[in-house]
């Protein structure tokens, strides 16, 4: 699904070019469930923006289902992104303007999909993770491991073949980290891939695959037998 | 505490320079609008209250009801009214004096001039304190030799020497003798509706024909004596008209004179504003309907302006609910947190109306020649000083309050809570809301200026059914010495290759001479009450139709091959019998004298007046010998009215002005008729004005308001889109997370810069909603003032370009910015998180 291939990324800040990212190669598959921890500042925040096409790399080659979109324009990118990717961020990442069930339409807002269609979508996807009964509510009404939920809930919403999380737990304490944990599980179970970037080792543990980044290079990778 | 205040104000303007630069240039804007405006107000107010007598000092006006006409107003009257009414009323009134108007040649030594100056009498000396610089006033309108002259016309011809005991012969009406120079007074202030460029006194038999009970020629002024009242004096007019005006019976024995004519009284401080004859004022006169719009709308820019301010500081604190939160767990109280906010504001407003002040000091030199007034700002005078300081913390308690009771009361244990936005629905809504307002007001303002725009435009270029173009009026020709020669000067005058057709008139369109000027023609209906009809009145000489291209409706115009067209002399033709001459009528006349077709009226009899014998005036058969249409040859300001072109058989009939039909350059034609006339009349200046110009000064006063109101309703629009734009990039700034998320889950640029905009054209959509029915009743009732008016149709097109105007402005405000943010990488946006 994906091939990266000797991709940097570098910052500038004044004077100083911070090279975030080093000649990354890596090939995740469909299916697949990928964790990448690291210490603060290693680059797996840079390199999950690159995989989710937040973000454009300086240099090196990203294949996406076989297409090279290294130099792809920003609108071709949001038009795969919007197709493919969902994301779930530490910091939720709400609209504190919307309710629970406009938050996670917005999602299919941008897609081609009947109002009707989109209702019968988020429904289901809110009873999917537990927060049907929270759909009027506004996201600061809700606890962090709610509001956690709804972003799950909008980033699978639009049946997304990847979901890129961004230390989803990161905010959560240890039992509501665990259920976002298993609805990524379950996820992952009906055969979306999902690649996470966490600290906790226990959380990582449930990838089947675990890549260690160390200043902005892969340093380790394990695989657990299928 | 207060060093606190002042560093963290301080230091917040400087980090939101934008914000800052918006509210405070746009607020210096307003105020420096305020500013001229009010300068403005004050000065067209002030006319007249300097005179030491002003409060007792009443101008009497005339109103005249002719049969036939609707009731005309003028601000001159007879001669002859002035003495017998002090008579009458000589128990209230302590003076009278009267001015006219005379266009004399000056000779000084061998020169001649052509100078405007004034008749008057003595009483002038004692009303106006005039400041005398040299002689003595008294003395220069004791008798009919003496002249007075003001500083500008002293220096113009004697320089720096004294010119008191100089003699200057002057030529005018029926007279010609010399006048001594008895006084130099210094030329009157700006703000007086009196332009008296010299002074001699008024000598009857020099003009006898201005004394007639209905003639227009002077300005009758009064002064009370202390005590007098003048609601008691006013009802008298009546009595005096009746006891002492003389009537012909011709108007029907019934009628009273007080019917026909009425005197009123207006103070001297009023004339100013509230005149409403244009034109028959010795300078142009002020409005006070202009001035109350024209100050309406500079409140309006004002509002504006302030509602930017109030919008700016509301979304801007809204960033500063940490500052707040953090001041209350250290122990601020609500009370000090609201003077802090509030005291912030005011030092914005005071900063803005120095800036203001700044702003005002440049443009009212522009200010200055646009109106023709010597307007300065006076920073000695601390009553003004002190209005614009009040004013500037009106607006800053006004900007500030709002943001100042709501900022002050967040609950700190919610904004420092993480993750929560502070924008309150509610402040959301009120700045929207004052976008509303501040686009109708730009809305309503662009209809009003475009409105008022065309209406004169139309005006201007109406088809007033004569040409206008290339055509040069030469004035002087009723004089003695050119009136002799007329023939000759038209024979010359046609021999110029680039001539080609030429007459002479008494009146030329938008001159205003003769427009009151009106002849009587015997009603065609035997039993109407009044058997004598007043219609207008045009005196004009061979080939007029064709010099000014009006094509008759039918008949034919005056030719020199019939010796019986035009009106007998007055009195030489009595006695006789049949047909004694003929007269040209215009489509109304035709129509009111029964006629429905112009051409049932040509060959018709029409009686009117040719001459008098004791006790009854004599009518006599003339026949119509052709129609016009309705001509708008004197101001499209009024309807026309059942008018006739007179032709007098007399070589002194009043031909005042020539006008001469040209083809080619108009400099090389005018410089040719020039030629001919300094061959001709080397003793009378030459004088020429173009007939476009003729017109279009009469249009100045609306041309003038017209660009006041095109400039301020520019900078209403332009300050509420530097609102618009304050607010858009205040809002793309708060809304990047949001922007970022959107992005994120697969918007693309069009549909975040689409987000934006449309966020933003609510209000500006609602504002055109309100906008139009305030624009088009206001504007539908103005045009009711004009007789000749755009339709009323238009005004929806015009709106709605107003509002399509309105929308694309608003737009191009927000888009570039909208662009900008929705352009961006969705991870910067994500990153400031």
Known sequence: MIKLKNLNKSFRTGDIETLALNGISLEINAGDFVAVMGPSGCGKSTLLNLLGMLDTPNAGDYFFDGENISDYHESQLTAIRKRNIGFIFQSFNLIDELTVEENIELALLYHKISTKERRLRVREVMDKVGIGHRAKHMPSQLSGGQQQRVAVARAVVGRQRLILADEPTGNLDSTHGADVMDMLQALNDEGTTVVIVTHNAAHADRARRIINLFDGSIVAENKKAA | ?833
């Open chain 2, 1 to 833: 505490m207060f060093g606190n205040y002042l560093t963290v104000a301080i230091r917040h303007l400087l980090q939101n320079r934008l914000y800052t630069f918006i509210s405070m240039f746009g607020l210096a804007v307003g105020l420096a609008a305020s500013i001229l405006m009010l300068l403005f107000a004050q000065d067209e107010l002030s006319y007249d209250k300097h005179w030491q007598n002003a409060d007792r000092i009443y101008r009497i006006t005339v109103t005249t009801t002719l049969p036939g006409k609707t009731g005309q107003s003028s601000t001159r009257l007879s001669g002859g009214i002035g003495e017998p009414l002090f008579e009458y009323l000589k128990e209230d009134i302590e003076y009278f004096t009267r001015f006219d108007h005379i266009n004399p040649f000056f000779s000084i030594g061998d020169a001649i001039h052509n100078e405007y100056i004034r008749r008057t009498d003595k009483a002038s000396a004692d009303m106006f304190d005039f400041e005398v610089i040299s002689g003595d006033i008294h003395k220069a309108l004791s008798d009919n030799s003496g002249i007075a002259l003001s500083e500008t016309l002293a220096r113009k011809y004697f320089g720096d020497e004294d010119p008191i005991g100089k003699v200057i012969g002057l030529t005018f009406l029926a007279a010609n003798r010399d006048f001594q120079v008895r006084a130099v007074y210094r030329d009157l202030p700006d703000n007086t509706v009196l332009r008296l460029p010299a002074l001699i006194t008024i000598n009857e038999a020099d003009s006898p024909w201005r004394f007639g009970w209905l003639d227009d020629s002077f300005y009758l002024y009064v002064q009370l004596k202390p005590g007098a009242d003048i609601t008691r004096i006013e009802p008298q007019f009546n009595d005096f008209i009746d006891n002492m005006m003389p009537l012909p019976s011709d108007f029907g024995a019934d009628v009273k004179p007080s019917e026909l004519i009425s005197l009123s009284a207006q103070p001297l401080t009023e004339i100013h504003l509230k005149s409403d004859v244009s034109g028959r004022e010795m300078k142009p006169a002020g409005n006070m309907q202009s001035l109350a719009i024209t100050l309406a709308i500079t409140s309006l820019v004002l509002l504006i302006a302030c509602i930017n301010f109030t919008n700016l500081s509301t979304a801007r604190s809204t960033q500063r609910a940490r500052e707040v939160a953090l001041r209350k767990v250290l122990g601020a109280s609500r009370r000090q947190l609201i003077i802090q906010f509030i005291g912030e504001s005011i030092l914005l407003a005071l900063l803005a109306s120095f800036v203001g002040l700044v702003i005002a000091e440049l443009v009212l030199p522009l200010l200055n020649n646009f109106s023709g007034k010597q307007l300065g700002l006076d920073y000695t005078d601390l009553s003004a000083a002190g209005v614009l300081v009040l004013l500037a913390i009106a607006v800053g308690i006004l900007g500030g309050i709002y943001p100042a009771v709501v900022l002050s009361g967040y609950k700190p244990s919610a904004i420092l809570k993480a993750n929560q936005s502070s924008d309150s629905r509610q402040s959301v809504t009120f700045r929207n809301l004052l976008v509303v307002v501040q686009f109708t007001i730009a809305v309503v303002l662009m209809v009003v200026t475009v409105v008022i725009y065309g209406q004169t435009q139309y005006a201007l270029n109406m088809d007033t059914g004569y040409e206008r173009e290339n055509k040069i009026v030469v004035q002087h020709t009723g004089r003695k010495g050119v009136r002799e020669k007329r023939d000759l000067l038209k024979q010359r005058m046609l021999s110029l290759p680039e001539v080609a057709s030429v007459t002479y008139s008494i009146v030329t369109p938008s001159s205003k001479k003769g427009y009151n000027s009106d002849f009587f023609v015997k009603h065609p209906d035997e039993n109407a009450q009044q058997p004598m009809y007043a219609v207008g009145r045009n005196i004009i000489g061979y080939d007029f139709f064709r010099t000014f291209g009006i094509q008759l409706l039918a008949g034919r115009g005056y030719s020199p091959q019939y010796a019986m067209d035009g009106l007998p002399e007055w009195n030489k033709a009595v006695g006789n019998n049949g047909i004694v001459g003929s007269i040209v009528v215009n489509e109304s006349l035709s129509k009111f004298l029964g006629y429905t077709q112009p051409q049932d009226a040509v060959g018709e009899i029409v009686k009117i007046p040719i001459g008098e014998i004791p006790g009854s005036v004599v009518f006599g058969d003339i026949e119509i010998i052709g129609v016009t249409p309705d001509v708008k040859f004197h101001s499209v300001r009024n309807m026309v009215r059942p008018e006739a072109y007179i032709f007098i058989r007399s070589k002194d009939a009043p031909l005042i002005d020539m006008t001469i039909h040209f083809t080619g350059s108009r400099k090389r034609a005018t410089r040719q008729v020039e030629n001919i006339w300094r061959e001709l009349f080397p003793e009378i200046p030459f004088v020429q004005k173009h007939l476009n110009q003729l017109v279009e000064a009469e249009y100045e006063q609306e041309m003038r308001i017209s660009t006041i109101m095109t400039t301020l309703a520019v900078l209403a629009v332009i300050l509420a889109c530097l609102g618009l734009f304050g607010l858009a990039t205040f809002s793309a700034e708060r809304r990047v997370k949001e922007i970022g998320i959107r992005k994120v889950l697969g918007a693309n640029t069009s549909d975040i810069v689409r987000l934006l905009v449309w966020q933003f054209s609510k209000p500006v959509l609602l504002a055109n909603l309100i906008a139009w029915p305030i624009a088009l009743w206001t504007m539908s009732r103005w045009l009711q003032n004009y007789p000749y008016r755009l339709d009323d149709w238009l005004l929806l097109p015009i709106c709605l370009v107003a509002s399509l105007a309105a929308l694309a402005i608003a737009w191009g405000t927000i888009i570039g910015n909208a662009l900008r943010v929705a352009k961006a990488a969705p991870v910067k946006a994500l990153r400031c998180e």
